[in-house]
């Protein structure tokens, strides 16, 4: 870390433990935030396991816990579990989100030198495990989602996993995640999908696929479509959240500003606005970003929900790249922009190879439809970015059972051996 | 093939021409005056020579795996540029695959935030220098590691990774059809002091000075006779807690920790915490968001065998602070709540694929909220007393065989909060 960032970072944080310390943290939590948290609670029931969740609001999670958590990118995640089954069960907090927060480190910032608030951050914080027969609830601080949160359970028994997926709306706060239309509402009227249960026929429907994204009026092409998704709450999404990805907030004004904050700072910062990209003639359904070390390094997945379904799961079309910093532009209105990995086949080997540690991956293969663009003569983006690519689209088939890493099958599509793509740009040594 | 003839024949800017050199030259002077640095030029030496001598070796299921971490001199040789300067660790693998599966290695498992080729380029990139920029990314992208390996075939590449310190724990996951082939090397790293403890830890203890068990119960009996807490320097002062044991073949727990992002890391303090009369054998560390202080794992090799697997006794701990305090030297003191980290690791390596099996044993010895522990300099901590014991396997498994073992149940702290509350009453 720089010397400069790493100034600010205390600075800021020294600031920031000045103004808390100055406030009056001690006053008890109204119970009327708490009230309304668990009102709007979502519940889910695997055989005898229910889970209820909640995701707070800024002023809920300062209400519940005496603290502003949300001005540091704290967000409790409230979490009931009902054991009626006959084992003990452990919630995996890292499952909920890899950089989560444990209930001390917060404790440290908020409630340093205060042992009642330090005990509140205890008594609030989810205690494992939940024993056969009983109840147990609390929060899990994860990183701050706006919008709607992805928020994934997974509770863990003597060889037995049980995994309850949900989608939270987060009060306060807006998202470029169009909820009411994906889900749990239908995009497309019944008689516009197919679904296929026939590998040949699934395969050429993926390979007829636009290649690219395009500009709103669909005069331009784009980014590449270079990944097809298959599954949906119940796994694709829960092996996204274990590895770290977010929904994105909508492109607008605020995040740029903040995004310049997050610049100076250097503090990783998940909110850069992701501009809208189009197929089917609309936006992304879905936005969703992997921060790396800080702004500069993030990795970004758009998503569009397409009428085919595969064995009746949901297939979801989509575009990964990998930033690799930014730079200037007037292709956005922003003046500045990710610069892109050209080699997109590099963010998609890395999406794919990262997704092999999801629990979730079941089966693996490529298929034709992106088209190949040379390394000597590279297709651009809408912001004029140059990418090459051997021409294929990765198909990612997920179950909710979880696969271990040796059971995970390769789809005999294209590519030789047992779906292997081999790079048709870069001859091997 | 080796790297190096496939270089000479495949890089035409290895021979430039003078008119060139001299125009790169211009190129150069200009950066130099407008940002300060210097500009990059094609290396006229590239070759893995001096890899492959020091290159350390495996072979699985009809795999061989070779891999070296390349030193400041070799990055300058080879790229032109001395990338580990920037932060990063470059490793050189290379796979040998006699089997009869192509095989596809899976980056993420070696480093889940390693650094693509083209990105380690871009950031090196010079202001006004296209061409320099362009002859750079094709440089990089080619000595970068391709998959997949079809069978019969050997590919060679580097890999962009984080640091780790003293001696790296690499973790290579090769996955084919239904398969996979896990492997850890450990790997000197070059530029700094040798590492005396890792390597020979294996030969530590003489087959008579470590009793082998293999009755679980008797097993759980001799971990709660371990020391509870580790001692100071001068073995009176009473250190951090003893809090997880770790059993399973080195390389096995080494995967799993690898996988979930835990580095190699000792730092000088480490040392001052002392078991069976030594610093730990082994410290890793887990970074946290934006490079802050991270947790840590220390780890000591015990006199004891368990169905002829190793046996670790482990302090687990976390720093005061951690994402939020930045200042210097905090990173070091034990945050109080030993026990929280113990969970959270738990949790951690459970999606790591490499852990087998779970239970509780005590032997650390409880320590409430209001009489806390004293470890040393000043630092104290509160537990309820127990020991994590996770074992540890070469074959993948997933969230749901993990077997969770009924020795102690699974601690209840919803009693040890009534009881603080009392405490706190009083």
Redesign the interface.
């Known amino acids: 870390?720089s010397f400069i960032r790493?100034s600010l970072?205390?600075l800021a944080?020294t600031a920031?433990l000045l103004a808390v310390s100055g406030c009056a943290l001690v006053s008890p939590p109204p119970e009327t935030a708490a009230l309304d948290f668990k009102s709007r609670a979502i519940s889910r029931t695997d055989h005898a396991v229910r889970v209820s969740t909640s995701v707070l609001s800024a002023d809920e999670s300062r209400a519940v816990y005496g603290a502003p958590l949300a001005t540091?990118g704290i967000q409790p995640v409230w979490i009931e579990v009902e054991n009626r089954d006959n084992?003990?069960y452990?919630l995996?907090?890292?499952?909920l989100d890899p950089?989560f927060?444990?209930?001390?480190?917060a404790a440290?910032?908020f409630a340093s030198g205060q042992?009642?608030i330090e005990?509140r951050f205890?008594?609030l914080a989810f205690?494992?495990?939940v024993?056969a027969g009983e109840t147990v609830s609390g929060f899990v601080l994860t990183n701050l989602d706006e919008g709607v949160k992805m928020v994934q359970v997974?509770l863990?028994?003597?060889?037995?996993?049980r995994a309850f997926s949900f989608l939270s709306i987060v009060p306060g706060f807006r998202a470029d995640y169009r909820s009411r239309k994906v889900l749990p509402g239908e995009l497309h009227a019944p008689d516009e999908i197919i679904d296929y249960t026939d590998d040949n026929a699934f395969r050429a429907a993926l390979a007829a696929l636009p290649c690219c994204v395009t500009n709103n009026n669909g005069t331009r092409n784009g980014d590449p479509l270079n990944l097809v998704i298959i599954g949906g709450l119940e796994d694709a999404f829960p092996a996204l959240v274990?590895r770290g990805w977010r929904l994105t907030e909508e492109t607008w004004l605020g995040s740029v500003t903040r995004m310049i904050t997050s610049a100076l700072s250097?503090?990783?910062y998940r909110y850069a606005p992701v501009s809208p990209l189009y197929l089917y003639g609309r936006a992304q359904d879905i936005a969703l970003q992997k921060?790396?070390?800080?702004v500069h390094?993030r990795n970004h997945l758009r998503l569009w929900l397409s009428p085919l379904r595969f064995h009746g799961k949901p297939v979801w079309v989509g575009q990964i790249s990998?930033d690799?910093?930014t730079r200037l532009t007037i292709h956005s209105p922003y003046l500045t922009t990710h610069?892109i990995?050209?080699?997109v086949d590099?963010?998609r080997?890395?999406l794919t190879?990262?997704l092999?540690?999801s629990?979730n991956l079941n089966k693996i293969g490529f298929v034709s439809g992106v088209g190949v663009a040379s390394k000597a003569s590279p297709r651009g983006n809408l912001t004029t970015d140059p990418y090459y690519t051997d021409g294929f689209r990765a198909v990612l088939v997920f179950d909710a059972?979880?696969?271990?890493?040796?059971?995970?099958?390769?789809l005999p599509w294209e590519g030789?051996?047992?779906?292997?793509?081999?790079?048709i740009i870069?001859e091997?040594? | 093939?080796s790297?190096a003839t496939?270089l000479l024949a495949?890089l035409p800017q290895s021979r430039l021409p003078v008119w060139r050199a001299f125009a790169m030259l211009g190129t150069a002077a200009l950066q130099f005056a407008l940002a300060g640095c210097a500009s990059w030029q094609i290396p006229t030496e590239v070759d893995d020579v001096a890899l492959r001598a020091r290159a350390v070796s495996a072979t699985e299921q009809e795999v061989q795996l070779s891999a070296t971490v390349l030193s400041a001199e070799d990055s300058r040789r080879m790229f032109g540029v001395d990338v580990n300067g920037t932060g990063i660790q470059p490793v050189w693998l290379q796979v040998e695959n006699k089997s009869p599966?192509?095989l596809?290695l899976?980056?993420?498992?070696t480093d889940?935030?390693?650094f693509?080729?083209?990105?380690v380029a871009?950031?090196l990139h010079a202001p006004l220098a296209n061409a320099d920029n362009a002859a750079l990314?094709e440089h990089l992208?080619?000595l970068g590691f391709?998959?997949?390996i079809?069978?019969g075939?050997t590919?060679?590449g580097i890999i962009f990774t984080n640091p780790h310190r003293r001696t790296r724990l690499l973790n290579v996951?090769l996955?084919?059809?239904?398969?996979?082939i896990p492997f850890t090397l450990f790997l000197p790293v070059p530029d700094e002091a040798p590492d005396v403890g890792l390597i020979p830890i294996r030969q530590r203890y003489a087959a008579t000075e470590a009793p082998e068990y293999a009755d679980p119960d008797a097993l759980r009996a001799a971990l709660e006779r371990l020391p509870g807490y580790a001692t100071g320097a001068d073995e009176t002062a009473s250190a951090d807690p003893a809090n997880v044991v770790m059993i399973g073949e080195l390389a096995d727990i080494g995967a799993a920790l690898v996988?979930r992002g835990f580095r190699r890391d000792t730092m000088e303090l480490d040392n001052a915490q002392r078991l069976f009369g030594r610093p730990p054998d082994i410290v890793v560390r887990k970074a946290?968001?934006?490079?802050?202080p991270a947790n840590w794992l220390r780890l000591w090799l015990v006199p004891l065998r368990y169905q002829g697997q190793a046996i670790f006794l482990v302090q687990a701990g976390?720093p005061?602070?951690?994402?939020?305090?930045?200042?210097e030297g905090k990173d070091l003191i034990l945050?109080p709540?030993v026990d929280?980290?113990r969970?959270?690791l738990?949790?951690?390596l459970?999606?790591s694929?490499g852990l087998a099996k779970l239970g509780f044993v005590g032997g650390v010895g409880a320590a409430t909220?209001a009489r806390p522990r004293d470890s040393l300099a000043g630092t104290k901590y509160y537990t309820d007393g127990l020991r994590a014991v996770m074992f540890f396997a070469t074959?993948?498994?997933?969230?749901?065989?993990?077997?969770?073992?009924d020795w102690i149940?699974?601690?209840?702290?919803?009693g040890d909060?009534d009881a603080?509350?009392r405490n706190?009453q009083q």
């Open positions: 870390m790493r970072l205390v944080s920031m540091l084992a003990g452990w995996m907090s890292s499952g950089n927060f444990p209930a001390s480190e440290d910032v042992p009642e005990q205890r008594e205690r494992n495990p024993p997974d863990v028994a003597s060889g037995r996993l274990r250097g503090e990783r921060a790396r070390d800080n390094q990998r690799i910093g610069k990995d050209p080699d590099e963010a080997a890395a190879e990262d092999f540690y629990q059972h979880p696969t271990s890493l040796a059971e995970i099958d390769f030789r051996e047992g779906g292997f793509v081999r790079s870069r091997p040594r | 093939m790297l496939w495949h599966q192509m596809w899976l980056r993420a498992g889940p935030d390693y693509s080729s083209l990105e871009w950031s990314d992208d080619r391709q998959n997949p079809p069978p075939a590919r060679a996951d996955v084919g059809q239904r398969r996979m996988r946290g968001q934006g490079g802050v976390r005061v602070g951690g994402r939020f305090a930045v200042a945050h709540d929280e980290a969970n959270l738990i949790q951690d459970l999606y694929g909220v074959r993948p498994l997933a969230l749901s065989d993990v077997q969770i073992l149940p699974l601690p209840n702290r919803e909060l603080e509350k706190a």
